[in-house]
């Protein structure tokens, strides 16, 4: 490890132990049932269950209440009239020691809900723990109907100090969004806008900026935890996960996370194009989601908090899966979980110093002829390749699986179906994937295949409500991209939609302008087009002033990621072979429409482009 890794893990763990050092010592874990609710508690939290609800409606740490009043914790399913919380539940005790109890809240399906399935929410609370663990499961017996589940969440309610300030003032969710929360006072003042999700504050901190849940949109795999927290009260509260197994659509996929005056968790991440779980009649299907940790701590500023959180996740991690959740059916234990080893090497014939290091590898089950991107169903496990190309994916459930890989800088991913996985170690041995190519060299790339539009402009800066209505004011119509001048951090925008004009969406056409030494005689050049996000998108290409022919309708489209502001969605992956016949020796100019103007969601972002030549 290199001296610097060494220096920050020390420091982090020191850190950590200065927090912790300050936590009295626990008692016993001890639960009093007085009727209507629950009383959990363990020295170091009290935890109050509302047993009618299935919600936490308060928790106590310190001195502080950790949850808003009115705002309890809660699981919820869709939206509108098929919205449904677990209401009026059974309840019982699962299990009940000195050292942990779990309680749990059964609601059976009952015709008329939207979602025929069985909802049973599950509280934890360990000895020593300054938080509550929790999970849900979701049945879907033989004899209920068929059905769909799209929105599957949980939520927890952050308390106000006073009318005018928060508890925990500052967000924490990654390194762009890192901030002071507009006060509940500026929420009170703020302007409504067209979109409901979306205000406009006008005093405060973030007097002139828009404030919107999804500025907050989240890649769950980078990170291991999110929350709020104080420096004025030195406390925060975060969503601590030790593994994304139970989540649906991979490594990529995004859905909102902490946001003003709440803490979000989405299980079925339905936002940006999210796959919704189906459910056959005559199926039976379970799954559980989770367990993850309602954490707090204190005695720190908020990044310090910051920084113990993520170490806790760390710990999570190392002690995933947990002994103390007995469900064989749902939960292995690690000795009935495998481990998948091996090394991944990557050949792509134009690109010979590619290699395979840091490439996501996992193993999915989708439906036959799906792809990892749209499986909710089951459980995904996934890993990095480190430095080496060797790889290790522990804890896996036993089962037969796709294995897949991708990695910043291939275009596509390689698939190996088949992979069985049992109890212990599974050595794979060396995996080969070759990129496929029908050319001899590369006339041309604009950006970086790392299916983001990070590298374009306004690629760290997109998490801003209304963010398109600025790319008029900023940008020419046409926009012009010259190879080997203009720079793509600045010269290619992260989103390509309509130009507003006098109010107003019109074309927005996109040039590339390129030179050509010499043109081959025959065959065929490539165009590759890798989507970053699409919707409502219809791209008509045009090269040297002739039509490439029919509009390019890009995969995998959906989401809405330009209006909830994303910076991809679902990726996709476009290739148009091209008679060399239509290129000249000399300037060539590529120009590139998005057609179809008659809202601002409808767009495309590009992750990469190349022309590939014989």
Not at 10 to 20: D, E, I, S, Y
Not at 230 to 244: C, E, F, K
Request: glycine share 10%; aromatic share 10%; with cysteine.
């Amino acid at each position: 490890m290199p001296r610097t890794s060494i220096l920050s893990l020390l420091g982090l763990m020191a850190l950590t132990a200065t927090l912790h050092s300050e936590t009295p010592a626990s008692s016993p874990v001890a639960l009093e049932d007085k009727g209507k609710t629950l009383i959990l508690s363990n020295g170091l939290v009290t935890a109050t269950i509302d047993k009618g609800s299935s919600t936490i409606d308060s928790i106590r740490y310190k001195s502080f209440e950790m949850v808003s009043p009115g705002k309890p914790v809660y699981y919820s399913m869709g939206g509108g009239k098929s919205y449904r919380q677990p209401t009026g539940a059974a309840f019982r005790i699962v299990k009940q020691t000195p050292q942990i109890t779990d309680v749990a809240f059964l609601q059976k399906w009952k015709p008329g809900n939207d979602q025929a399935v069985d909802i049973e929410v599950h509280y934890a609370l360990k000895q020593g723990e300054s938080g509550v663990y929790t999970y849900a499961t979701l049945s879907h017996p033989a004899e209920y109907p068929a059905t769909a589940i799209g929105e599957w969440r949980m939520v927890w309610g952050m308390p106000a100090k006073d009318d005018q300030s928060w508890l925990m003032e500052k967000i924490r969710v990654d390194k762009l969004r890192a901030w002071e929360m507009p006060s509940p006072a500026d929420l009170k003042v703020a302007k409504p806008t067209g979109i409901k999700e979306i205000v406009e504050l006008t005093k405060g901190v973030r007097a002139g900026m828009f404030d919107c849940k999804y500025d907050f949109n989240l890649e769950y795999y980078s990170v291991g935890c999110w929350g709020h927290a104080s420096d004025r009260n030195q406390v925060g509260a975060w969503i601590v996960l030790g593994s994304h197994e139970f989540f649906n659509d991979g490594p990529m996929k995004q859905d909102l996370s902490s946001a003003s005056s709440l803490i979000h968790i989405h299980f079925g991440r339905n936002h940006y194009d999210g796959s919704s779980t189906r459910l056959e009649a005559g199926e039976t299907w379970k799954k559980l989601y989770g367990p993850f940790l309602l954490y707090c701590n204190s005695s720190g500023n908020a990044d310090a908090l910051w920084n113990d959180a993520r170490a806790k996740s760390a710990t999570e991690r190392r002690a995933w899966p947990h002994d103390w959740l007995d469900n064989s059916e749902l939960y292995p234990q690690k000795n009935a979980r495998g481990t998948v080893k091996g090394h991944l090497t990557i050949r792509d014939a134009l690109k010979p110093q590619l290699n395979s290091a840091g490439a996501w590898i996992g193993l999915a089950q989708p439906e036959k002829g799906g792809n990892w991107q749209s499986e909710s169903k089951r459980y995904q496990h996934w890993a990095k390749v480190d430095a080496q190309g060797d790889f290790e994916i522990p804890n896996v459930r036993p089962g037969t699986y796709t294995l897949y890989a991708f990695n910043d800088g291939a275009v596509g991913e390689f698939e190996m179906p088949g992979a069985i996985v049992k109890p212990g170690l599974n050595p794979t041995g060396e995996l080969v994937w070759t990129v496929p190519r029908i050319g001899k060299s590369l006339a041309w790339e604009i950006g970086t295949p790392d299916r983001r539009a990070t590298e374009f402009r306004k690629g760290n800066d997109y998490f801003h409500g209304y963010v398109w209505t600025n790319f008029s004011k900023e940008l020419k119509n046409p926009l012009i991209y010259t190879v080997g001048k203009s720079n793509p951090a600045t010269d290619w925008n992260f989103a390509q939609g309509g130009y507003m004009v006098n109010g107003k969406a019109v074309a927005w056409p996109w040039q590339v302008q390129f030179q050509l030494a010499a043109v081959p005689a025959s065959g065929n050049a490539r165009l590759i087009l890798a989507w970053a996000s699409s919707d409502g998108a219809r791209v008509e290409l045009n090269l040297n002033g002739k039509s490439l022919g029919r509009p390019v309708y890009p995969p995998n489209g959906g989401g809405n990621a330009l209006l909830r502001e994303g910076i991809h969605a679902k990726y996709g992956l476009s290739q148009i072979d091209i008679p060399v016949g239509m290129l000249k020796q000399g300037s060539n100019v590529l120009t590139l429409t998005q057609g179809r103007n008659d809202s601002p969601a409808n767009h495309v972002m590009y992750d990469y482009l190349a022309l590939e030549m014989p």
